[in-house]
């Protein structure tokens, strides 16, 4: 950050954030690094100054992201972790050492960057090209921050793809390939082995390539292994071969998983996250980092531990809530939400669950709702924040009419009436009052779990956190 004091000229981050969003957005896919490669070219290469770890695949990116940081802070190094999309802010997808960027900061290195940024935008408009994007905008803030901190490590997570992705100009130390399913076809191609094919663009020459279980592995396999043959990577490290979650059971908060990597076995690790997918999340986020952590062999057990025993992920089968329980999930394609469900049936047992949703329109929104309609009892249909890209709510209940009949489905148009509706839902079924085994699930992508979020999180009052004599004076 800048030796001065950070914002100096007192910006308001939403002016700063309005600016950043005045360019094409971060799904306005443009298959070039032209322009992340001159930003960098002319901010002196600051991603050579740390080591990387590089996660993509459809889903779990965000999870695994952020416990393979939490594993490496555990061991003392220093780190940075970009991840995407945010929930309530922006300078959530920016942290070092564990803590997002304060407005301040974030607006730092913003100014710190920004002429760089111009100069790019100058070039490469010159040749007829685009400005730089959304997204790439946001990775150059990130690379700058991690380089300025300075970090050991940084974790980054892929915004879409592999291959064209602006983070992709990073040269990651281990390579994480999560499950490959169908999504964003519009952009990546149409067959789960071309969605493939752009992932593996993130495996680079002495990399170790670390790859999580895969739903079609008969397709995916092969191209990701061809391309770590490809390109020389120093390493292929895949679960349930050279890696397995041995075990695993439910507990309280999450689950507990005895997990092997190749330095060694890791016996009940706590991990605070619900799901299966989960603990194999966890397996690649530790492989991944016993590859920068500079240690001999297997970590530290009991650090592992703490670390994994600590993440938790805003927007990820959240609890918000109590009494009624409240549960968020950004989750948003067939992939994702089968996940939700196997959770929810696994480590809840409600007798009603109350679905609220909203979905973007180019989602498969008819069998993400196939998937959950067993585990909900009826389902309100809603709208996002994210009025250009969300589905209208009348054409959500509609599709939803087909999946659950017309019984089960409610349109409520405004987010958060939809979810006063579906907690008088479910209170007025509880006889007892205390809420116990009832509960509402608000779902169908990030930006819905994330308004709903800013609607339920209980923040403190300021005034009351002022010392006594200083509220008197106001």
């Not at 009603?352 to 309609?373: P, Y």
């Not at 205390?434 to 800013?454: H, K, Q």
């Amino acid at each position: 950050m800048s030796f001065e004091h950070p914002n100096r000229e007192n910006k308001q981050l939403a002016d700063v954030y309005r600016d950043i969003m005045k360019r094409a957005p971060e799904h306005d896919f443009d298959p070039s690094l032209d322009r992340m490669q001159m930003v960098l070219d002319l901010l002196g290469h600051p991603e050579q100054s740390f080591r990387v770890i590089h996660v993509t695949g459809t889903n779990g990116k965000g999870s695994t992201a952020r416990m393979a940081e939490a594993l490496c802070r555990a061991y003392g190094l220093r780190t940075g972790l970009y991840t995407s999309p945010h929930l309530e802010s922006v300078t959530e997808r920016i942290a070092i050492d564990g803590q997002q960027l304060s407005d301040d900061d974030f607006i730092d290195v913003y100014d710190q960057v920004k002429d760089f940024i111009k100069l790019v935008d100058e070039r490469s408009t010159a040749k007829g090209g685009p400005r730089m994007s959304f997204f790439e905008v946001l990775t150059t803030m990130a690379i700058w921050a991690f380089a300025d901190a300075p970090v050991d490590v940084a974790v980054v997570e892929v915004g879409m793809g592999g291959r064209w992705d602006a983070t992709n100009v990073l040269d990651a130390d281990a390579a994480i390939i999560g499950p490959v399913d169908m999504d964003h076809m519009q952009w990546l191609g149409g067959t789960v082995e071309q969605i493939a094919g752009e992932k593996a663009g993130i495996i680079k020459k002495g990399s170790t390539v670390v790859i999580g279980p895969q739903p079609h592995a008969e397709k995916v396999m092969p191209i990701l292994l061809g391309e770590a043959e490809k390109v020389g990577a120093a390493a292929v490290i895949r679960d349930g071969e050279e890696m397995d979650v041995v075990s695993r059971m439910p507990a309280v908060g999450g689950q507990v998983a005895t997990l092997r990597t190749p330095n060694g076995t890791y016996e009940d690790v706590p991990i605070a996250m619900f799901g299966e997918h989960q603990a194999h999340n966890a397996l690649s986020a530790l492989a991944a980092a016993e590859v920068v952590v500079p240690v001999a062999g297997a970590l530290d057990g009991d650090l592992v531990a703490q670390a994994l025993s600590g993440v938790r992920i805003p927007g990820r089968i959240e609890t918000i809530r109590t009494s009624p329980t409240i549960i968020l999930d950004g989750g948003h394609n067939v992939q994702a939400v089968t996940a939700l469900r196997k959770a929810i049936e696994e480590n809840y047992d409600f007798q009603q669950l109350v679905g609220v949703v909203s979905m973007m329109a180019d989602k498969e929104v008819e069998d993400v709702l196939g998937v959950m309609e067993p585990v909900l009892s009826e389902v309100i249909v809603t709208q996002n924040s994210w009025t250009p890209r969300v589905m209208k709510a009348e054409d959500l209940e509609k599709i939803a009419i087909r999946v659950f009949g017309p019984d089960r489905v409610t349109r409520v148009d405004l987010l958060p009436d939809a979810i006063q509706t579906a907690v008088d839902r479910v209170d007025s079924a509880d006889d007892t009052g205390v809420g116990y085994g009832r509960g509402v699930l608000v779902f169908g992508s990030f930006v819905t779990a994330g308004d709903a979020r800013r609607l339920l999180e209980e923040k403190p009052n300021k005034d009351l956190l002022k010392p006594k004599s200083e509220r008197a004076a106001d």
